[in-house]
């Protein structure tokens, strides 16, 4: 888990600074007071910032600043990542109002969400432009949380489970790690990064699991009607079967689980992933098959 912010750099992230820029304040110097006493002139000049920065700081730290543990409570849950694109268009973020500051003066929990600067121009554009609505971004916060607290269980689990025997051989200590009954880790996240066009939108979490004899896909899909979650079902794709050399399984349960979780995200081209999983679309995985048809290969710029 990424550590919060420092004080002075989470003070600013109080007022909706992007944290990026919310740095650049901080290493020159700035303070808030300081900000509302300057003109923008003088943030300029004396700052180094330019025009549009210095407009966009002095109208920020006008408003009332969020609540620091609400700050803290919506960066852990984000995972200090975007909500919409996952962390896929850039690192920094931006706490952003679902409902307009202007409108509502509204800083709860409810009314903000962790977006990055790229998804935040989206989410602030009007009329018949292509923007993120008010709905998705609410829908957006709420399956990216579910996301992150699964996986930040999972890989809690993953932990307490790991048994283990110490041994002591004069001032070396060597720790044997025991293997355990059933282990999982949640990769929604990597697979959109890397294929944000092709996995099935209906899809709230694919776990890579592993017990002591085989590896598996345990996919889950949500059937939804507005924002109402109708039905949740669960399925397993057995991949003990593939094999990557002769007589040597792809997917090893006498490794590692980091080691398949990795040989399954980096080495695992998508032309297998349509023949052994249901994880594409229909549209995705048939531009695959023709690709690999005309040219031995998978598009690769999924």
Not at 28 to 50: H, I, N, Q
Not at 104 to 114: G, P
Not at 284 to 301: S, V
Request: hydrophobic letters at 35%; proline letters at 4%.
């Amino acid at each position: 888990m990424t550590s919060s912010p420092p004080k002075t750099l989470a003070t600013l992230l109080q007022y909706g600074l992007a944290d990026d820029f919310a740095r650049k304040v901080h290493e020159a110097g700035l303070t808030v007071t300081m900000a509302r006493a300057l003109r923008a002139a003088d943030l300029v000049s004396k700052y180094g910032l330019s025009l549009a920065e210095a407009q966009v700081l002095t109208e920020s730290v006008r408003r009332r600043p969020i609540d620091p543990d609400v700050v803290n409570l919506l960066l852990q849950r984000s995972n200090f990542l975007c909500n919409v694109c996952k962390g896929h268009k850039g690192s920094s973020y931006i706490l952003h109002h679902i409902v307009e500051y202007e409108k509502t003066q509204d800083n709860s929990y409810e009314n903000l969400v962790v977006l990055c600067p790229t998804d935040h121009d989206l989410a602030h554009r009007d009329g018949l432009t292509l923007g993120i609505t008010v709905d998705q971004l609410r829908r957006a916060k709420i399956d990216w949380e579910r996301q992150v607290a699964n996986a930040n269980a999972q890989l809690a689990m993953h932990k307490s489970t790991m048994g283990s025997n110490v041994n002591v051989h004069g001032n070396d200590i060597q720790m044997a790690v025991m293997p355990v009954a059933r282990q999982s880790l949640e990769i929604l996240p990597q697979l959109r990064a890397k294929y944000p066009r092709s996995l099935r939108p209906e899809m709230t979490s694919v776990q890579f699991v592993q017990s002591q004899e085989r590896c598996y896909l345990e996919i889950t899909t949500a059937n939804r009607v507005n924002d109402y979650l109708v039905d949740e079902t669960s399925k397993r794709t057995d991949l003990a079967f593939i094999s990557g050399h002769p007589e040597r399984l792809l997917f090893d349960p006498g490794r590692s689980i980091t080691e398949n979780v990795h040989c399954f995200i980096s080495d695992f081209d998508e032309v297998s992933i349509i023949n052994c999983t249901d994880l594409f679309t229909h549209t995705a995985a048939k531009r695959i098959d023709d690709h690999w048809r005309q040219h031995g290969c998978g598009p690769g710029n999924l």
